[in-house]
């Protein structure tokens, strides 16, 4: 499955994707983004890590308001 980039604040959204089978790294900077198929950021600190930037040509899921599941939802539709 896919490479995708969570900010380790988000343990249950870490764990529902992991249960789908995709390969999941934390984001802890920008360096962690680099050959992600898609992040998943809080959106509290949207560009904080510099995952905004062009560091990263997935699609990029801001977490905020959602629950792990549509979360997950989110990111398998970009992954299209």
Known sequence: MAKIGVEPSLTDVQEALRER??????????????GCDCCVITGLDANVAGIQNAVTSGPVVEASG??????CQKVEEKLR
């Open 66 to 71: 959602l629950s792990a599941e549509e979360i």
């Open 21 to 34: 089978g995709h390969d999941v790294v934390p984001l802890r900077g920008e360096q962690d983004a680099k």
